[in-house]
C-alpha cells in the first residue's frame, strides 16, 4: 500500500480532563476496511504487551478519521517476566486488518490468520510506528 497516508495525533488531557484524544487521520487506504488499532510494547513482531484500543472504517473513497479516548501517556501492560511483577510501557501503535480476508489484495487468499481483533481473527498488521517517534513515556 506505497500510497497510504496514517498520521496519529494524540492529544494529551489527562491531567485536565481524565483522558487524552487519539486520533487517527488515514488517506488511500482499501475502501471500506475495517482495521483494529493496538497500543504495543515494540511496533513490529513480535509485538511483547498488546492493549486494544479500538476500530477505524475506511469510507468508500479510502478515507478514515477516528477519534478515541483513553489513557495514552501512562499506558502500560504489567505482566510476569521470570516470576517478577513488571510495568511495561506501551508506547508504540500497531493496526491490523480486522478481516482476515481484508490483506488479500496484497497478500493472496491464503494470507496468515493474527489473533488481533475481538473475534480471534485478523489479517496481517497494516500499519505501525516503527519509524516515527514513540508515543511520550509516562
Known amino acids: 500500500m506505497p500510497n497510504v497516508r ?3 495525533d494524540v492529544q494529551l488531557t489527562t491531567e485536565r480532563l481524565g483522558f487524552d484524544t487519539f486520533t487517527v487521520n488515514a488517506f488511500n487506504l482499501p ?17 511483547g ?3 486494544y484500543i479500538g476500530d ?5 473513497r479510502g478515507r478514515a478519521l477516528n477519534s478515541f479516548k483513553l489513557i495514552v501517556q501512562e499506558a502500560f501492560s504489567s505482566t510476569l517476566v521470570n516470576g517478577q511483577r513488571t510495568r ?3 508506547n508504540q501503535v500497531g ?10 489484495f496484497c497478500l493472496g487468499p491464503n494470507s496468515p490468520v493474527t489473533p488481533f481483533d475481538g473475534d480471534g481473527e485478523a489479517g496481517v ?4 510506528s516503527a519509524n516515527t517517534t514513540p508515543l511520550p513515556a509516562p
Open 125 to 128: 498488521q497494516a500499519f505501525n
Open 88 to 90: 511495561v510501557d506501551l
Open 31 to 47: 475502501p471500506n476496511t475495517t482495521f483494529t488499532v493496538f497500543l504495543l510494547q515494540q511496533a513490529g513482531p513480535p509485538f
Open 95 to 104: 493496526a491490523w486488518f480486522a478481516d482476515p480476508a481484508g490483506d488479500d
Open 56 to 60: 477505524f472504517t475506511s469510507d468508500w
Open 49 to 51: 504487551a498488546a492493549e
Open 6 to 8: 496514517v498520521n496519529v
